[in-house]
């Protein structure tokens, strides 16, 4: 009886606890903070990967090479002759979301497509894929779409062990260009290779000064350990910090989003890249930095009130170092 | 930062105008707060059952008309596959139902809506006189005996009436006992009165009371009264003279009630609903008056009124997605689906409804996984979704029409297309988030409609949505309120409420 009057009490002040925490709820950020400072018509431009790769190109940011786009039914066969001199490839929908649709190539010879988890695919199977790709089925609501087909990304030997089939993506949270949260997604064997956190990926809070792990969580518990190469996950340091925090902020200077998800990745050769960019990024940040969004975001806000501008990217970082480090 | 103050300006505004016309139409059309014991429209509702042979079958009701205190303002009928037509003979409506080839158990639906008014007109034919019935000997010698103490006793017909059922219930009565031997009681009335060449007859009524089902109709006697030049109406058993407010009668002639060619055990029964439509005649009487105020959905024809009672729930299943997404953050598969859901529940009663929409999206996603192995473009792909829907719903309707089941007839109800979108989008879910997140989004969907049914249904929620117009903008102005709310969704503390600890 006092347990459940006490599990009652503690359930009746969770909100205050949480607002003390500053931690964002859906509500606040699609009132507050997606709706004021996202600006829809701009949307397309995040919405199409093809779009964002455009932009950030035209921005002096680096993006992975783009070997082909498959625009029709008619040109779908033409993809074994299109990747025929690159040894990887990927094959995203320009308009899925989530992660949906994308089928990475590590190798092929002679017909046959290696998968990451070592699997084969056949030719007809890689068309399907773009047939399906090309008829909607993992974009937004359906719609008709364009096949994108990047260069392979080769993930920094730092990384080696932090991930488990999938290649780990860094997601910084932009806030008016200044970056106010990172973390890392780290797929898993229980999320398939893919690096969304309610399938199951790791998230790995990341100190937006430095670039080390904070704290780490699965399924919104904390875990020390990579469940299934046993990496201890406090290891985790992100090389080319600066200049990858530099490349996220510059977001604000290419969409003019004011609230914004941008995912980068680290490649072996080429440093940091954008992979994609997003208008309407999750909350799940908050679970693994152990932190909410809210206080960060209010400075942010109350610099813009005191008239306080940086043009930079890498002024802003210099701020955003500075305010946030943990 | 934008200024909100005009925004709550108007929200304020909204909840004023819409107290404002709720009040006046309170205090200046009565109408009540609360449904009310007063019940002035009715809704009447034959049910004829029969047995077809394989042959043509034809069926002929005789059907009310507008009579004393009763304004017949609409009718209907549903009766799969038979043509129906409404006659009009002399003074007695019938309807006509007719097919070419029935077998097995049949079901016709007649449904009548009568509006309860004191003023009602209607026709009256004078009758012509009756040609007298003589009845073998010792019962004829009877009914002249009664009919010679009743004379003395009385004044016209009906006085005359009064004394001949006064001693056919006179249980001492050694005639009246003799006639009833060998017929009933209205009969014998109709008979002895005949042979006075006074007109009478046997009319089949219906008491109405609120939500009585499997009636039958009773036989009054109407008696001709020359002075006022009109029907009184008689209960035979008890005496009782003149109409009660609460019956009608159902058919001015007993006997040919209902007639079945083609087809036998046929019976036909009733049920009846009461609706408290106090209100709208209330407002109905102040529009003549000719009110400016009073550009009310009141004022339109019954049948558009009854569309939009539906109408008028519609915010407020709209209100409580709102409110079940923004404050408690339920998942649902597709906004507002739950609604359209609620509304075919409506239709289909809550249990047979829901089994109906499980059985339809159920089968639906065992087609669709088989579609999605064809690998079919995402337009074909739907409308052959679609197709399936509609071939779902005709297989479990014709299977619960043959094993007896008629509230299975209601899943036509459902809006099919509404219902393939769903289909195909739990589809892709299971697909791309696995059966889980499938069942979450279904059971949310599934209790969101519920929810929305269980208000839409609800007695009060029905009555003030529609005599109220002015709760739609209080409506409107908390979902504007609730669209402002940034606080924490119940579902985001179970999921943040490990942040809270540390």
């Keep these: ?326 | 930062m934008i200024n909100r103050l005009p925004f709550y300006l108007f929200v304020a505004a909204l909840v004023l105008v819409g107290v404002a016309l709720s009040l006046y139409r309170h205090s200046v059309y009565g109408v009540p707060w609360f449904p009310g014991e007063q019940r002035e429209q009715w809704e009447i509702e034959a049910r004829i059952e029969f047995t077809a042979n394989g042959d043509p079958a034809k069926v002929a009701m005789a059907i009310p008309n507008d009579q004393q205190n009763f304004i017949l303002t609409d009718e209907s009928s549903s009766s799969q596959g038979y043509g129906v037509a409404i006659l009009e003979q002399k003074e007695q409506r019938k309807a006509e139902w007719s097919i070419r080839s029935a077998e097995g158990q049949q079901l016709i639906y007649y449904k009548a809506r009568f509006l309860a008014d004191a003023d009602a007109q209607y026709q009256i034919r004078p009758p012509s006189k009756p040609r007298p019935q003589y009845l073998e000997d010792v019962r004829q010698t009877a009914a002249l005996s009664m009919l010679q103490d009743a004379m003395k006793r009385s004044a016209d017909n009906p006085t005359l009436a009064r004394e001949l059922i006064r001693q056919l219930n006179d249980v001492q009565n050694q005639n009246a006992a003799l006639l009833l031997n060998s017929m009933n009681r209205e009969d014998a009335l109709v008979s002895l009165l005949s042979m006075e060449a006074v007109p009478a007859r046997t009319v089949a009524t219906l008491m109405l009371e609120d939500g009585r089902r499997r009636q039958s109709v009773q036989p009054w006697v109407q008696v001709w009264d020359e002075q006022k030049e009109q029907w009184q109406l008689f209960n035979p058993r008890t005496g009782a003279e003149g109409k009660p407010d609460n019956l009608l009668i159902w058919s001015l002639d007993y006997q040919s009630l209902l007639d079945v060619i083609g087809g036998r055990q046929s019976d036909v029964s009733f049920s009846m609903i009461a609706q408290d439509i106090s209100p709208e005649t209330a407002t109905r009487e102040k529009i003549e008056a000719n009110d400016l105020l009073n550009f009310s959905i009141h004022s339109l024809p019954v049948e558009e009124q009854a569309m939009f009672k539906t109408i008028m729930l519609i915010p407020v299943g709209a209100l409580l997605v709102v409110f079940l997404r923004i404050i408690v953050g339920l998942k649902t598969s597709g906004t507002f689906m739950p609604v359209l859901i609620a509304v075919a529940f409506v239709q289909t009663e809550l249990v047979p409804g829901i089994i109906g929409f499980l059985l339809i999206v159920g089968t639906g996603l065992m087609i669709r996984s088989y579609l999605s192995r064809l690998n079919l473009l995402l337009v074909a792909r739907i409308s052959a979704v679609i197709i399936a829907v509609i071939m779902i719903i005709s297989v479990f309707t014709v299977v619960a029409y043959r094993v007896g089941l008629l509230e299975g007839l209601s899943i036509t109800f459902f809006p099919m297309i509404i219902l393939s979108w769903t289909i195909e989008r739990m589809s892709i879910l299971w697909e791309e988030e696995g059966a889980k997140e499938v069942f979450v989004q279904g059971g949310g969907s599934l209790l969101t409609a519920v929810l929305v049914y269980l208000a839409m249904t609800s007695e009060l929620v029905r009555h003030l949505t529609f005599n109220f117009v002015g709760l739609q903008l209080i409506i409107l102005a908390l979902i504007l309120l609730l669209g402002n709310y940034t606080g924490y969704r119940l579902s985001e503390l179970r999921r943040f409420r490990h942040l809270a600890q540390d």
């Design chain 1, 1 to 326: 009886m006092k347990q459940l009057f006490r599990n009652i009490r503690g359930f009746i002040e969770l909100p205050k606890k949480l607002r003390q925490r500053g931690i964002l709820g859906m509500n606040q950020r699609n009132h507050s903070y997606i709706g004021r400072y996202n600006d829809r018509s701009k949307y397309p431009l995040v919405d199409d990967k093809l779009k964002t790769k455009q932009i950030a190109q035209q921005a002096g940011a680096t993006v992975p090479e783009l070997i082909g786009v498959i625009e029709s039914q008619v040109h779908v066969k033409e993809i074994h002759d299109l990747v025929a001199d690159w040894p990887g490839f990927v094959i995203k929908p320009a308009q899925g979301s989530g992660g949906k649709g994308i089928l990475v190539i590590t190798s092929h010879q002679d017909g046959r497509y290696t998968k990451p988890s070592g699997a084969e695919v056949s030719r007809e199977d890689v068309e399907r894929h773009i047939t399906n790709t090309l008829a909607g089925l993992f974009s937004l609501g359906g719609k008709n779409d364009v096949a994108v087909v990047e260069n392979l990304i080769e993930f920094d030997d730092s990384f080696a062990d932090f991930s488990y089939e999938g290649v780990p993506d860094i997601r910084v949270i932009v806030f008016h260009g200044y970056p106010v949260m990172a973390m890392m997604r780290c797929s898993t064997a229980s999320s398939d290779g893919k690096a969304n956190l309610h399938q199951g990926a790791v998230g790995v809070g990341l100190d937006i000064a430095t670039g080390k792990a904070v704290r780490a969580v699965q399924f919104d518990h904390p875990v020390s350990h990579h469940p299934d190469t046993q990496r201890p996950l406090d290891q985790l340091v992100i090389p080319d910090w600066e200049q990858l925090l530099v490349l996220a902020a510059s977001a604000w200077e290419m969409t003019g989003l004011g609230y914004i998800g941008t995912d980068m990745v680290l490649d072996k050769s080429r440093g940091p890249m954008v992979l994609e960019l997003n208008a309407r990024p999750g909350l799940a940040i908050q679970t693994a930095n152990g932190t909410g969004l809210l206080p960060r975001l209010q400075k942010i806000e109350a610099l813009k009130q005191q008239g306080i501008s940086h043009n930079t990217p890498e002024e802003r970082v210099a701020v955003s170092r500075e305010l946030f480090a943990s």
